[in-house]
């Protein structure tokens, strides 16, 4: 059974940064490209940055380059976000996703606020 659980949300002020973690299990992990995605309040689901198998070869929506590194660690079974320099309008729940299993994890609520 595939599981994603997200970790590291909270409330940070403007300029700030965290770092979300997902951890994976019930699937090869390492062979699986993995993405984040965020949903604010009263808007869609957006894709957030995405990262490939076996290169890790990554890529990021417009909102959040240079500002956010995803990134994976094969022998955790983990795939991380860093975000720094963080804004309010960065404010929304962040999802794991894994795309070839059509799976998501629960979601980790990220505030940033003064």
């Known amino acids: 059974q595939v599981q994603l659980v997200e970790s590291g949300g909270g409330l940070v002020q403007p300029g700030g940064s965290l770092r979300l973690s997902c951890a994976a299990s019930g699937f090869t992990f390492s062979s699986s490209a993995m993405r984040w995605y965020r949903q604010a309040p009263g808007k869609e689901r957006e894709l957030v940055a995405s990262?490939?198998?076996?290169?890790?070869?990554?890529s990021y929506g417009d909102s959040v380059k240079g500002r956010f590194t995803i990134s994976r660690d094969d022998a955790k079974n983990s795939v991380y976000l860093q975000m720094n320099s963080l804004k309010p309008e960065d404010t929304a729940v962040y999802y794991c996703y894994a795309p070839y299993f059509v799976s998501w994890g629960q979601g980790t609520q990220v505030t940033v606020s003064s």
């Open positions: 990262i490939s198998s076996t290169r890790g070869s990554t």
